[in-house]
């Protein structure tokens, strides 16, 4: 009797854990299916594509990658629900040669990409493939709004009648820019072919010669400066600045950079209203975090880092608006978001705007050595982003990317076929931009002022240079890797490249230079 009783308890027992076992594995089960779907890569799908362009933001300056001294929700709100990548690279240190290669899929030094003045002609020529182009293949609406830098015109540009060619000669349908940077000449917007609010009767002269016109300049009144300006950031004066080069006239067109930040994320959203049926392709590409800092007063004060840490804040106000429309709109589980920075980050680039003095404890460059301009990783090591509500699950990816992988992984996403010479540095990569994969590249060419440094895996290869750019170390309090002996670097034990071993692997610097080389020459 006893035993039938204990033998009866137990079964129940076991009932119990087997029902309990049963709903688990049940709710696990539903759990799994509530997981987002992940895309079918086989299949060809063309989603809306947004490229948030980030002018000098640093691995380090936004919260989803460390920072605690501004706060980044917008941007964080995307890093939490996509792919957040820890490896991935502008393709160069400065901005010309980063957004050639991120439109032509080749490195800049194949065209001699450097940074560019504000009259430069057009560096990507009409006929030339472009992703602008590419989209256009695939039957997508294109625009670009925001800062440009890849030169406009065919060297002898006139302001006042029709500006070509331009985005509107490589692809894209619309655009609305801010010609070269902020701290160049012409300080106007210009969209499409056209400047905006230009009076004819007051035409605009450029000039990188010499003083055109009577607008005061910041090296005869330097008493009207908003901001002390090193000499090379000290010709004509707008809105309280000095610039880059001389403008003469086009008063009434004269941008306020304060005005950046809404008219900006205007044009953007406008072009997303008027294109919200078709597939879209927008080039997102900001001013903000470039020099001179000037944020909008509602965002001035919002950190305690001065005119560098507010203009933080205001690039993530400007992207949570676009997020925001994209919601209202109801296209944004059917956009694919692309958050990334044309370099890395700097400090003073020319303007005491208290971005040295105000810094405190934070790392704009996060763990990484240098920034701008460098050849250590800081240089081109960037946030990336990629977020696309329902497509991709969260995560964060260590694989090693490179923006001139954008133009042949979308390609492959809207299933349009590269002709063989076409976007030649870019490989298909797709299923690691989207979070399917975390193979990457197995090696990558980093750009810097004007030589290229490889990365091998978790090996970096900084050649030694001839130039040794010491401004950049002297004016800029960046370490930027220019010596006359090689370096090499093991990432996975010293991410901040603070121990050169190329004396302890001869047999390794030989054998990267080599690759360097042939890269350089023939390409991947
Ligand atoms: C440099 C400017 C710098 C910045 C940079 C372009 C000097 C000394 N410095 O030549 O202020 O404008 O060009 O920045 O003139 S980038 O992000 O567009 O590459
Ligand atoms: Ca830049």
Redesign the pocket.
């Known amino acids: 009797m006893i035993d039938t009783a204990i033998y009866l308890t137990l079964r129940f027992k076991l009932a119990v854990i087997s029902v309990v076992v049963l709903a688990i594995s049940a709710c696990m089960t539903i759990g799994v299916k509530t997981e987002p779907p992940l895309l079918d890569l086989t299949q060809t799908v063309k989603p809306n594509v947004v490229i948030f362009y980030i ?2 933001l640093g691995y380090g300056d936004l919260s989803s990658y460390g920072a605690t001294k501004v706060a980044t929700p917008e941007i964080d709100r995307l890093a939490a629900k996509g792919v957040r990548f820890t490896d991935a690279h502008s393709s160069a240190a ?3 040669p980063s957004r050639y290669s991120l439109l032509t899929g080749e490195h800049g030094f194949r065209n001699n990409a450097k ?1 560019l003045e504000g009259d430069a002609p057009a560096l990507i020529q009409p006929g030339k493939s472009t992703l602008a182009v590419m989209f256009k293949k695939a039957g997508y609406a294109t625009g670009v709004v925001g800062k440009w ?1 890849l030169g406009l015109g065919d060297g002898n540009v006139d302001w006042n009648a029709d500006v070509t060619p331009g985005p509107l000669e490589i692809g894209f349908d619309y655009s609305f820019l801010l010609p070269a ?1 902020g ?2 000449v012409p300080s106007v917007y210009l969209e499409n072919h056209r400047v905006v609010n230009l009076d004819p009767q007051d035409p605009i002269t450029v000039s990188y010669q010499g003083k055109v016109g009577n607008r005061a300049t910041g090296y005869e009144n330097p008493e009207l400066l908003r901001y002390v300006a ?1 000499e ?2 000290n010709d004509t004066i707008v809105n309280g600045v000095s610039r ?1 080069g001389h403008m003469a006239g086009g008063e009434s067109a004269l941008w306020i950079d304060e005005d950046f930040s809404d008219i900006f994320s205007d044009k953007a959203i406008g072009f997303i209203r008027n294109n919200k049926d078709k597939p879209f392709f927008l080039f997102h590409s900001y001013h903000d975090i ?2 001179p800092r000037l944020p909008h007063p509602r965002f001035i004060g919002t950190t305690d880092m001065g005119p560098r840490g507010d203009a933080i804040a205001q690039m993530d106000w400007i992207t949570g608006q676009v997020v925001k429309e994209l919601e209202q709109l109801g296209i944004a589980n059917n956009t694919l978001i692309i958050f990334t920075s ?2 890395g980050p700097v400090l003073d ?2 303007y005491a705007d208290e971005s040295v003095t105000k810094l405190g404890d934070h790392k704009p460059g996060g763990p990484f050595k240098g920034g ?1 301009y460098s050849r250590y990783e800081a240089g081109t090591r960037v946030p990336t982003i990629v977020y696309w509500p329902g497509k991709i699950s969260a995560q964060t990816s260590d694989a090693l990317l490179s923006q001139i992988d954008i133009y042949a992984s979308l390609a492959k996403l809207v299933g349009i076929e590269l002709d063989v010479n076409e976007a030649q540095d870019s490989q298909e990569q797709l299923a690691v931009w989207l979070g399917q994969s975390t193979q990457g590249r197995t090696d990558l060419v980093e750009e810097s002022l004007t030589n290229g440094s490889l990365r091998t895996g978790n090996w970096k290869y900084i050649p030694a240079s001839e130039q040794v750019h010491s401004f950049i170390a002297d004016n800029k309090a960046i370490a930027s890797g220019y010596m006359n002996k090689p370096q090499l670097f093991d990432l996975s034990t010293d991410p901040s490249e603070n121990y050169n071993l190329a004396g302890q692997h001869p047999d390794k610097v030989e054998k990267m230079d080599i690759r360097l080389k042939q890269i350089i020459t023939s390409g991947y």
């Open positions: 002018d000098d400065t901005c010309t940074i830098h940077t701290d160049r090193d090379q950031h880059i470039h020099v044309d370099n680039d020319g701008k």
